[in-house]
C-alpha cells in the first residue's frame, strides 16, 4: 500500500502525517504505532486551493498535502465517489418510483376493483333496481321480443317458487347465439336458440336457477362494478348513487358477454343446484345444460353463454359432488313439463 507525507490539522495544532488510501475512506497516521484518523471520501471538502482538503465537524479536521500525486489522487476518489453516490441516489429515485408505479396498478387492478365489488353489496336496492331497468331499456333495441315465449318461461319461472327480493322478469328474445344473460336489479335475458337447443325442463330450470342467483347474489352488479371500478369508485366516493347508475347504464354492452370470476361461477352453479335439490328438480339438469353447450362451442358460432362460463368439465364434475343433489329425489313436476313443451312449441 503506497502512504504520502502531509501535514494534518487537528483545530489549531499539526501533526506530520501519513497517508493512505482504502476503497472507501482516507486514512491519515500520525502516530504509527496508535493513532490513526479515518476520512470518507464522499464527506471529505475542498476549497480552491488544490492542495488544501477539510472534513465536517467538530473539531475542525484539515489536511495540506504538497505533493500534486496525492492531491490529484485524493481529489479523483472523492470526485468518483460523489458520483458512485450520485447513482446510488439515481437508483433509490428510480426504485422508489418503480415502486409507487407497482403500488398504482396493484390499487387499480386488485385494490379498486375488490373495493368497487365490495361497495356494490351496500348499494342500494332501489338504484339497483332503477339502473336494471334502465340497461334493459338501452338493449332492448337491439333484440327482437318473442312475446309468446315470454309469457311461458315468465310462468315457468313462477312456478319454482323463488323467495326473492327482486321482481324477477325474463324476456326472451330471438336471437342465432345460445346465450343468456343477468341483469342487475331482476331483468333476466335468454336467446331462444339456448331454449330450441336444451331438451328437458330440468336442464330450463337449471339455466333459470344460475341465472336467479347471479340476480339474487347481485353478482352481473359486482361484476360490472369490478369491470368499470375507476369511474365507479369516484362516484361511490363522492356518494353520488344516481352518477354510478348513469355510468353502469351507460355501459351496458357489457351485460351480453360480462364475464364473472370462478368463485362467482361456483357460486351461481352451487347455488341452483341447492335450489333444484330443495324442489326435487334433477341437479343433472346442470349436466345436461353443460354438455348442450359444450356441444354448442364445437358449431362455427360459439356460444356466449360458454365463452362467459369457462371450464365445463370441472362445472360438471362440481355439480355431480354436491351433496344436496346426491341426497334429493327427483320427482318428476308436470306442471313444468308441459309449460317447457309450450314454451319449446311456441311459434
Known amino acids: 500500500m503506497s502512504h504520502y507525507n502531509a501535514t494534518y490539522y487537528y483545530n489549531t495544532i499539526e501533526y506530520p502525517a501519513k497517508i493512505s488510501f ?3 475512506k482516507l486514512v491519515i497516521q500520525f502516530d504509527v504505532a496508535q493513532n490513526a484518523v479515518f476520512w470518507f471520501y464522499d464527506q471529505v471538502r475542498t476549497d480552491q486551493t488544490p492542495q488544501a482538503f477539510y472534513y465536517p465537524g467538530y473539531p475542525l479536521q484539515s489536511l495540506v498535502v504538497l505533493s500534486k500525486e ?3 489522487e485524493l481529489s479523483s476518489r472523492i470526485e468518483q465517489h460523489k458520483k458512485k453516490l450520485s447513482g446510488r441516489k439515481t437508483g433509490l429515485v428510480v426504485k422508489l418510483f418503480l415502486a409507487v408505479i407497482a403500488f398504482v396498478l396493484l390499487a387499480y387492478f386488485f385494490l379498486l376493483p375488490w373495493l368497487a365489488s365490495a361497495m356494490a353489496s351496500s348499494f342500494p336496492l332501489r338504484y339497483e333496481e332503477q339502473m336494471g331497468d334502465g340497461i334493459y331499456a338501452s338493449i332492448k333495441n337491439d333484440y327482437e321480443v318473442d312475446a309468446q315465449k315470454t309469457a311461458y318461461i315468465n310462468e315457468f319461472f313462477k312456478e319454482l317458487h323463488f323467495p326473492s327480493k327482486y321482481d324477477v322478469r325474463i324476456t326472451v328474445v330471438k336471437s342465432e347465439v345460445a346465450n343468456a344473460f343477468a341483469l342487475p336489479g331482476g331483468n333476466i335475458v335468454v ?3 339456448i331454449i330450441a337447443g336444451i331438451g328437458s325442463y330440468e336442464e330450463l330450470a337449471a339455466l333459470l336457477t344460475h341465472e336467479f342467483t347471479h340476480v339474487e347474489n347481485r353478482h352481473s352488479l359486482r361484476a360490472m362494478f369490478r369491470q368499470l371500478s375507476g369511474r365507479v369508485f369516484i362516484g361511490l366516493l363522492l356518494g353520488d348513487a344516481s352518477a354510478v347508475s348513469a355510468i353502469l347504464v351507460g355501459n351496458a354492452e357489457l351485460l351480453k358477454s360480462l364475464s364473472y370470476s370462478r368463485s ?4 351461481a352453479d352451487e347455488g341452483g ?4 335439490a330443495q324442489r326435487n328438480i334433477d341437479c343433472n339438469g346442470f349436466v345436461r345444460l353443460f354438455q348442450y353447450l359444450k356441444k354448442e362451442s364445437k358449431g362455427p358460432e360459439p356460444s356466449e353463454w360458454l365463452s362467459s362460463h369457462p371450464e365445463l368439465d370441472n362445472r360438471i364434475r362440481n355439480i355431480r359432488k354436491q ?3 346426491k341426497q334429493s329425489s327427483p320427482v318428476q313436476n308436470m306442471q313444468l313439463k308441459t309449460l317447457f313443451l309450450k314454451l319449446k312449441t311456441a311459434e
Request: charged fraction near 35%; hydrophobic fraction near 30%; proline fraction near 0%.
Open 323 to 325: 351433496s344436496l343433489c
Open 264 to 267: 362467482l361461477e361456483k357460486e
Open 70 to 72: 496525492l492531491s490529484d
Open 191 to 193: 336467446h331462444d336458440q
Open 22 to 24: 482504502e476503497n472507501d
Open 273 to 276: 343446484a341447492q335450489l333444484l
